[in-house]
């Protein structure tokens, strides 16, 4: 048998098979499946495909944004649910890496706070009007406390009007 002969015999009984693009011959682990085949693999290479694909990629990458884009408004809940599954299993993991950011950077979170308070003024307005709501006696307490503070007034004490609104506000 001829060499030529050897080689399409190995390629015939499965052991090796010929990429339709860069032609080389190679084992049939360096290919992907697919169904449709015959043999059950792609006519190309996983490199020749790798190749093409990232060809492709970058020939259409406003497409695939647009497209992306268009798909995270369609499916915002499933978004919003495997964030929370991403979270939980992650949680753990995350607060490590935030002791370990914070013990190296102290003024880490304070940053990081001033940033998500600037990048979210509705959210901050909501929050903030959401403790007042339920801390009435002690938002007034403390916008009077600093507004005093502000003035250059000495800090007083609770008055005799506000103490009892404090007490029920803190289960006494």
């Not at 884009?69 to 939980?88: F, G």
């Not at 370990?100 to 909501?126: C, G, L, V």
Request: net charge positive.
């Amino acid at each position: 048998m001829s060499a030529l002969a050897d080689v399409m015999d190995t390629q015939y009984n499965g052991h090796v098979k010929t990429c339709s693009v860069c032609a080389l011959v190679k084992p049939r682990t360096e290919f992907y499946r697919r169904v449709a085949s015959p043999d059950g693999l792609a006519p190309l290479c996983r490199e020749c495909s790798r190749a093409k694909s990232r060809a492709y990629q970058v020939a259409h990458r406003d497409e695939a944004r647009v497209r992306h884009a268009a798909w995270r408004v369609a499916n915002e809940e499933h978004n919003r649910l495997e964030h929370q599954r991403w979270y939980k299993a992650n949680k753990y993991r995350l607060s490590e890496e935030y002791k370990q950011k914070y013990a190296t950077d102290p003024e880490y979170s304070k940053i990081k706070a001033h940033e998500w308070s600037m990048a979210n003024p509705e959210r901050r307005a909501a929050i903030r009007r959401k403790w007042r709501e339920t801390h009435s006696a002690s938002a007034i307490a403390a916008v009077r406390r600093r507004q005093e503070r502000l003035a250059g007034v000495p800090v007083a004490d609770f008055t005799d009007e506000e103490w009892p609104a404090v007490l029920r506000e803190f289960n006494h």
